[in-house]
């Protein structure tokens, strides 16, 4: 068996194995789906070995998952649920009106923290908490904070700074950049425009107004304000394609990955930005490197090594779903959708045809995801995503380019606030046009209703997909025996 073959087939179990155990069967309950693909895979008359190795291994990836879990729970029972809390923030705090919330590392585990919004605290401040200490719930919330690692969550009654700057020194640089770059926002620009900036190229939405954050998700482009992996895809393949029309594959795909890192950093290297760019770094190392390679093996690694490092990834974050998919979409569906519309040769005018190819291609990958995590998809988000991407990194390069400016030049940023404005006062116009027009769909998939429209899917990229070389029954020669 070749050895990329024998690394995807593997890895593809194991991930299997992985994703059961995450979806609630016990690691014995496995046994059953791994005792249908040693069948399945037997009939097809692959090597008996082959076929019990790759059914162990599925079962193996269970057992990960099961050994995870149990690890976590314990930590979960161990930690007090009454007295003082004292710990370090570990995060930027998020800010509204009357509150303000943070992650607090503890020597007994991650703890997530709601308390009032004065006196306002940073990252890195050493600070004891007392209040209502409660385990994460049984919900979806919980899950995500499972994903998280925390392992309780607090009220804060009474909260007291026992000493600050105690965090990683890089860390809270990154964040005053942070808050300097916010602040040039809100001085240089009309408030909705600024906020807009601040969630595009900060990842902060504490700013935009309730009214704004709802056109948002009705038009479907409620990913351009969040630190999601649909955003980081987007980003960076729309990047490069836009690059790609000026100048080589090569610096348009390192400018993208530059964009998607000042994302991250501006983020303060949140895990879950961090997950969903490395999975695009993966996808565009042949980019880079300028040589074929297999796409699907790269992002099966990918997901290997988080999944390795926190097994609840691959249930339980939807950002790194939502970049899994619009990632294998742009690397499968695009081409696809390029020839459909006359040739992948054919950019169109600064790159805009490839762009638009690729905002397409990862809504048509992500819409089962996002009508069951956001319940709120919209038959018209094709229309809004393709008015709305192709300008983001526009707006975001363009916006980060003036805070940099206002921090030595003050009248020069406000003349390119001349330009900015107009970038962002477009996107906002377009987000709201959209969400008034917006045809509402939100059906009840169900397990089975994704599982339908995935194979669906799968089955038309396989059909419309260039001729290959190999055969669909010589793909399983290296399994026979």
Not at 68 to 81: E, L
Not at 174 to 183: C, G, Q, S, W
Not at 386 to 401: D, E, H, I, N
Not at 411 to 424: K, R, T, Y
């Given at each position: 068996?070749?050895?990329h073959?024998?690394?995807?087939?593997?890895?593809?179990?194991?991930?299997?194995?992985?994703?059961?155990?995450?979806?609630?069967?016990?690691?014995?309950a496995?046994?059953?789906?791994?005792?249908?693909?040693?069948?399945?895979?037997?009939?097809?008359?692959?090597?008996?070995?082959?076929?019990?190795?790759?059914?162990?291994?599925?079962?193996c990836?269970?057992?990960?998952?099961?050994?995870?879990?149990?690890?976590?729970?314990?930590?979960?029972?161990?930690?007090?649920h009454?007295?003082?809390?004292?710990?370090?923030?570990?995060?930027?705090?998020?800010?509204?009106?009357?509150?303000?919330?943070?992650?607090?590392?503890?020597?007994?585990?991650?703890?997530?923290?709601?308390?009032?919004?004065?006196?306002?605290?940073?990252?890195?401040?050493?600070?004891?908490?007392?209040?209502?200490?409660?385990?994460p719930?049984?919900?979806?919330?919980?899950?995500?904070?499972?994903?998280?690692?925390?392992?309780?969550?607090?009220?804060?009654?009474?909260?007291?700074?026992?000493?600050?700057?105690?965090?990683?020194?890089?860390?809270?640089?990154?964040?005053?950049?942070?808050?300097?770059?916010?602040?040039a926002?809100?001085?240089?620009?009309?408030?909705?425009?600024?906020?807009?900036?601040?969630?595009?190229?900060?990842?902060?939405?504490?700013?935009?107004s309730?009214?704004?954050?709802?056109?948002?998700?009705?038009?479907?482009?409620?990913?351009?304000?969040?630190?999601?992996?649909?955003?980081?895809?987007?980003?960076?393949?729309?990047?490069?394609?836009?690059?790609?029309?000026?100048?080589?594959?090569?610096?348009?795909?390192?400018?993208?990955?530059?964009?998607?890192?000042?994302?991250?950093?501006?983020?303060?290297?949140?895990?879950s930005?961090?997950?969903?760019?490395?999975?695009?770094?993966?996808?565009?190392?042949?980019?880079?490197?300028?040589?074929?390679?297999?796409?699907?093996?790269?992002?099966?690694?990918?997901?290997?090594?988080?999944?390795?490092?926190?097994?609840?990834?691959?249930v339980?974050?939807?950002?790194?779903?939502?970049?899994?998919?619009?990632?294998?979409?742009?690397i499968?569906?695009?081409?696809?959708?390029?020839?459909?519309?006359?040739?992948?040769?054919?950019?169109?005018?600064?790159?805009?045809?490839?762009?638009?190819?690729?905002?397409?291609?990862?809504?048509?990958?992500?819409?089962?995801?996002?009508?069951?995590?956001?319940?709120?998809?919209?038959?018209?988000?094709?229309?809004?995503?393709?008015?709305?991407?192709?300008?983001?990194?526009?707006?975001?390069?363009?916006?980060?380019?003036?805070?940099?400016?206002?921090?030595?030049?003050?009248?020069?940023?406000?003349?390119?606030?001349?330009?900015?404005a107009?970038?962002?006062?477009?996107?906002?116009?377009a987000v709201?046009?959209?969400?008034?027009?917006?045809?509402?769909?939100?059906?009840?998939?169900?397990?089975?209703?994704?599982?339908?429209?995935?194979?669906?899917?799968?089955?038309?990229?396989?059909?419309?997909?260039?001729?290959?070389?190999?055969?669909?029954?010589?793909?399983?020669?290296?399994?026979?025996?």
């Amino acid at each position: 068996m070749a050895p990329h073959l024998i690394f995807f087939t593997f890895g593809l179990a194991f991930l299997s194995g992985v994703a059961f155990a995450g979806l609630g069967l016990s690691a014995g309950a496995v046994f059953i789906p791994a005792a249908i693909l040693f069948a399945a895979l037997y009939l097809l008359r692959a090597d008996g070995r082959v076929a019990a190795l790759v059914a162990a291994i599925m079962i193996c990836g269970a057992g990960y998952y099961a050994i995870a879990d149990a690890g976590y729970q314990a930590r979960v029972a161990a930690f007090p649920h009454t007295g003082t809390i004292t710990g370090m923030i570990s995060t930027d705090p998020s800010r509204m009106l009357d509150a303000q919330s943070f992650y607090l590392r503890t020597a007994a585990g991650t703890v997530a923290v709601t308390a009032g919004a004065y006196p306002p605290f940073r990252y890195g401040d050493l600070i004891s908490v007392e209040g209502s200490v409660k385990r994460p719930p049984e919900s979806s919330y919980g899950d995500y904070l499972a994903k998280e690692g925390v392992v309780a969550t607090v009220q804060a009654e009474r909260i007291a700074l026992t000493a600050p700057n105690a965090g990683n020194p890089a860390l809270r640089f990154v964040f005053a950049v942070k808050d300097r770059i916010h602040a040039a926002y809100v001085s240089l620009l009309a408030p909705e425009q600024a906020a807009l900036l601040s969630g595009v190229t900060l990842g902060m939405n504490n700013d935009l107004s309730p009214a704004f954050l709802q056109d948002l998700s009705v038009s479907g482009t409620r990913h351009v304000t969040a630190v999601s992996g649909l955003h980081m895809a987007i980003l960076f393949f729309v990047v490069f394609s836009l690059g790609a029309y000026f100048f080589s594959r090569t610096f348009a795909a390192i400018s993208g990955l530059l964009i998607v890192g000042a994302f991250v950093a501006l983020t303060g290297f949140s895990v879950s930005a961090i997950r969903a760019a490395f999975l695009v770094g993966v996808a565009s190392l042949a980019m880079i490197v300028q040589r074929k390679y297999e796409p699907r093996n790269a992002l099966v690694l990918a997901a290997l090594i988080l999944t390795f490092a926190n097994p609840k990834v691959l249930v339980f974050d939807t950002g790194f779903q939502l970049s899994f998919l619009a990632v294998l979409a742009i690397i499968y569906l695009k081409p696809i959708l390029m020839r459909a519309a006359g040739g992948e040769d054919r950019n169109g005018l600064f790159g805009l045809r490839d762009a638009l190819a690729v905002t397409i291609a990862a809504q048509i990958a992500t819409a089962p995801i996002l009508i069951v995590q956001f319940q709120n998809f919209s038959l018209t988000a094709f229309a809004a995503n393709m008015l709305v991407v192709p300008a983001v990194p526009y707006v975001m390069v363009s916006g980060l380019v003036m805070a940099a400016v206002a921090a030595v030049a003050m009248p020069a940023a406000h003349l390119l606030s001349f330009i900015v404005a107009p970038l962002a006062g477009y996107v906002i116009a377009a987000v709201t046009i959209t969400a008034r027009i917006a045809v509402l769909f939100d059906p009840d998939l169900g397990t089975l209703g994704m599982i339908g429209y995935y194979a669906v899917l799968f089955g038309l990229i396989y059909w419309f997909s260039e001729p290959q070389p190999v055969t669909a029954p010589e793909m399983i020669k290296p399994y026979v025996r």
